[in-house]
């Protein structure tokens, strides 16, 4: 498995294979810090573009606000090269922040209407600096697949119209949350979490399967639903909801409903760790 520092190499890398005649390369975006949640990821694009994946590890700092984590954000590359490769990654993109922002760079992605919602309303500009970013990579990497985890639903709503908007070419393939066997979403983040905090956070699992089973039972209303999920964060004085939303996936807007498709999704402040979960309903 090669390791790729620039995006002339990406391009070249790319070029190289569509030469040899193959099929249309997979792109697995990522923050690095990799565990079973970026491995289900990376294994999805091999199965379908064996040999054919490109998975890129880059620290974004454009995604981060300027009192957030990204200083300490866990780096962890040489285990995310082993994952990656056992996984069935071709190439790793792991470029510089010059790299990826050169001096004096200017130029940026907002996804007006979207950018604002959800995680973008509690941390302002975050979405700006993932479309920024992943437009950068697919135009680098000008994969015909890119892969995407469901945890970041918001962020998927937003590079899905960002790609349309801009006719990127990729097809965006969403795939299904991996949680621990508790129910926790796994996260990069999770590492932050104390023993005592592990537990606290087990109540936005708690609080998504509560709203699945009222939905299973053929609830509807989008209030009773709301209520619900923060009657269950009420059982946990520890942690601080951020929001609790049930919207369109589409736009992102609140529904007053649920329907086929509609995404709840709630994100908690755990001691000093911002974590998500979300579920799509069914
Ligand atoms: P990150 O490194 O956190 O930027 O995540 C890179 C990709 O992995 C994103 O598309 C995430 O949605 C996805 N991802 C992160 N955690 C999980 C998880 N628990 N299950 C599935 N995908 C995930």
Known sequence: MEILRTVEELRQ????????????????PTMGALHAGHASLIRAAAEVRPGHVAVSIFVNPTQFGPNEDFAKYPRTFAADCALAEREGATVIFAP???????????????????????????????????A???????????????????????QVAVLRRM?????????????PIVRESDGL????????????????????SRAIRRVESLVAGGERLSAVLMEAACSVFAEELEV????????????LWPVLSAAPGTLFAVAAWVGKTRLIDNTIIC
Not at 105 to 129: E, K, Q
Not at 133 to 148: G, S
Not at 163 to 175: E, M, P, S, T
Request: aromatic share 8%.
């Open 240 to 251: 601080r909801m951020d929001y609790i939303e049930l919207v369109d996936w589409g736009t």
């Open 185 to 204: 979403a796994l996260s990069s983040r999770n590492v932050y979490l104390s023993s005592a905090e592990r537990k606290q956070a087990l109540v936005l």
């Open 96 to 130: 510089s922040v010059e790299e990826m922002y050169p001096a004096g760079a200017a130029t940026f992605v907002d996804v007006d209407g979207l950018s604002d919602r959800l995680d973008g309303a509690s941390r302002p500009g975050h979405f700006r600096g993932v």
């Open 13 to 28: 890398w790319t070029r190289t294979q569509r030469c040899e005649g193959r099929d249309g390369i997979a792109l697995v």
């Open 132 to 154: 920024t970013v992943v437009a950068k990579l697919l135009n680098a990497a000008e994969p015909d697949l890119a892969f995407f985890g469901q945890k970041d639903a918001a």
């Open 163 to 175: 790609v349309a908007d801009l006719r990127l070419g990729a097809k965006i393939v969403v795939c």
